[in-house]
C-alpha cells in the first residue's frame, strides 16, 4: 500500500482515550460539528480535545475526511453495535488494524507494515531516521518538532507513559486506548530501545484475525502463509504474530469453517484458499460477540 500522502500529527500531543471514540460517534450521529462553536460543551473536553477526537475519529477510519461516519463505525460503535462502549479487547485489536492499514496516521501504518521487517527492536532514533528516509522518498519532508511529537503520542499509544521516563501520568496510565494489548514495551537496559515482538498471541480472537484477512483487497482466495506473515496490512506485521500463533488461528478458522477454508502445505508450498463467496464479512465477527455477550 503506498499513501497518498504521510500525515503526521493532528492530535495536539492527545493519546486517543478510552471513551473518545464513542464519544465522537454519538456527537456525529446527533448532528454535531466539531466546527461548531458548543462542540466544546457537547463532548464535554478542552477545545484541544475536540480536535484531537477528530483527529482520531479519522486516524481509525471511523469518518473520512468530511467527518462522515463509515459503516464500521455504525458497526462497532452504534447502541445496537457489537462493542459501543469498547469493553472487549477484540475491538481493541480491530482498531488497532483499522489505525495501521487506513494510514492516516502515517507513523503507524509504517512503524507495524515496515520498520519491524527491518527488525523487533529499535530505538527513537533509529524510528526517526527511519520515517526521515520515508518522508524524503516521498518529497514530503517531515518537521522535527512535529515528528517528534508523533513518536511520543505513538509510544504512549501502546506503553504508559511511565514505562519510558519513569514518571507515571495517573490519567493516561488508565485511559490510552490501546495500552492494554501490550503490543510494545520498553526496554531501558541499553537506552531506550522500543520491542515490538512476534508472539503467539492466543488472546487475539482468531475471528479478527478472519475478518482482516477478508478485509484485504490484494488477497484472492489462494494466500501464500508468507503473504499472511510479511504481505501490507497481514495479520502477521499488523498483529505481530509469529508463525506459530498464525497457524493456530488458521487451525480455529477451520475447525468453524471447514467447507469454506483449506489449508495445504505441497512441497514447503503453503497455501490458505478462501471461499470468500461463503463466508459474510460481518457475521465473522458478530458470531464472536455473540458468544462474548
Not at 455504525?74 to 485489536?93: Q, V
Not at 495501521?100 to 503507524?108: F, K, M, N, P, Q
Not at 488477497?219 to 504481505?231: K, P, Q
Not at 483449506?262 to 458478530?286: F, P, W
Given at each position: 500500500?503506498?499513501l497518498?500522502?504521510?500525515?503526521?500529527?493532528g492530535?495536539?500531543?492527545?493519546?486517543c482515550?478510552?471513551?473518545w471514540?464513542?464519544?465522537?460517534?454519538?456527537f456525529?450521529?446527533a448532528g454535531?460539528?466539531f466546527n461548531?462553536?458548543?462542540a466544546?460543551v457537547?463532548l464535554?473536553?478542552?477545545?484541544n480535545?475536540?480536535?484531537?477526537?477528530?483527529?482520531?475519529?479519522?486516524?481509525?477510519?471511523?469518518?473520512?475526511?468530511?467527518?462522515t461516519?463509515?459503516?464500521?463505525?455504525h458497526?462497532l460503535?452504534?447502541?445496537?453495535?457489537?462493542?459501543?462502549?469498547?469493553?472487549d479487547?477484540?475491538?481493541l485489536?480491530?482498531l488497532?488494524?483499522?489505525?495501521?492499514?487506513?494510514?492516516?496516521?502515517?507513523?503507524?501504518?509504517?512503524?507495524?507494515n515496515?520498520?519491524?521487517?527491518?527488525?523487533?527492536?529499535?530505538?527513537?532514533a533509529?524510528?526517526?531516521?527511519?520515517?526521515n528516509?520515508k518522508?524524503?522518498?516521498?518529497?514530503?519532508?517531515v518537521?522535527?518538532?512535529?515528528?517528534?511529537?508523533?513518536?511520543?503520542?505513538?509510544?504512549?499509544?501502546?506503553?504508559p507513559?511511565?514505562?519510558?521516563?519513569?514518571?507515571?501520568?495517573?490519567?493516561?496510565?488508565?485511559t490510552?486506548?490501546l495500552?492494554?494489548?501490550?503490543l510494545?514495551t520498553?526496554n531501558?537496559n541499553?537506552?531506550?530501545?522500543?520491542?515490538?515482538?512476534?508472539?503467539?498471541?492466543p488472546e487475539?480472537?482468531?475471528?479478527v484475525?478472519?475478518?482482516?484477512?477478508?478485509?484485504n483487497?490484494?488477497y484472492?482466495?489462494?494466500?501464500s502463509f508468507t503473504d499472511?506473515?510479511?504481505?501490507p496490512?497481514?495479520?502477521?506485521?499488523?498483529?505481530?504474530?509469529?508463525e506459530?500463533?498464525?497457524?493456530y488461528?488458521?487451525?480455529?478458522m477451520?475447525?468453524?469453517y471447514p467447507a469454506?477454508?483449506?489449508?495445504s502445505?505441497t512441497a514447503g508450498?503453503r497455501?490458505?484458499?478462501?471461499k470468500?463467496?461463503?463466508?459474510?464479512?460481518?457475521e465473522v465477527?458478530?458470531?464472536?460477540?455473540?458468544?462474548?455477550?
Amino acid at each position: 500500500m503506498l499513501l497518498d500522502r504521510l500525515i503526521f500529527q493532528g492530535h495536539d500531543t492527545f493519546l486517543c482515550r478510552n471513551n473518545w471514540l464513542k464519544k465522537g460517534y454519538d456527537f456525529i450521529q446527533a448532528g454535531g460539528n466539531f466546527n461548531d462553536a458548543d462542540a466544546v460543551v457537547q463532548l464535554g473536553v478542552g477545545k484541544n480535545m475536540v480536535t484531537a477526537i477528530r483527529y482520531w475519529m479519522k486516524a481509525f477510519g471511523l469518518t473520512d475526511e468530511a467527518d462522515t461516519l463509515q459503516p464500521v463505525a455504525h458497526e462497532l460503535l452504534h447502541s445496537e453495535g457489537f462493542d459501543p462502549y469498547i469493553e472487549d479487547n477484540a475491538t481493541l485489536w480491530y482498531l488497532h488494524y483499522l489505525l495501521v492499514r487506513t494510514g492516516r496516521a502515517s507513523l503507524y501504518h509504517y512503524v507495524f507494515n515496515e520498520l519491524r521487517k527491518d527488525g523487533f527492536s529499535f530505538s527513537r532514533a533509529q524510528l526517526q531516521h527511519f520515517i526521515n528516509r520515508k518522508s524524503a522518498e516521498r518529497g514530503n519532508p517531515v518537521n522535527e518538532n512535529t515528528l517528534e511529537s508523533d513518536i511520543t503520542v505513538f509510544v504512549r499509544s501502546y506503553a504508559p507513559s511511565g514505562k519510558e521516563n519513569g514518571k507515571v501520568d495517573i490519567e493516561e496510565e488508565s485511559t490510552g486506548l490501546l495500552q492494554d494489548l501490550g503490543l510494545l514495551t520498553v526496554n531501558k537496559n541499553e537506552g531506550i530501545r522500543y520491542h515490538i515482538e512476534n508472539l503467539e498471541r492466543p488472546e487475539l480472537p482468531w475471528q479478527v484475525v478472519l475478518r482482516v484477512i477478508l478485509e484485504n483487497e490484494a488477497y484472492g482466495e489462494s494466500i501464500s502463509f508468507t503473504d499472511l506473515e510479511v504481505a501490507p496490512d497481514s495479520p502477521g506485521l499488523v498483529f505481530a504474530l509469529n508463525e506459530k500463533g498464525l497457524f493456530y488461528k488458521i487451525e480455529e478458522m477451520m475447525a468453524e469453517y471447514p467447507a469454506a477454508i483449506v489449508y495445504s502445505s505441497t512441497a514447503g508450498n503453503r497455501v490458505l484458499t478462501i471461499k470468500k463467496d461463503q463466508i459474510d464479512l460481518t457475521e465473522v465477527l458478530r458470531e464472536y460477540y455473540g458468544q462474548t455477550v
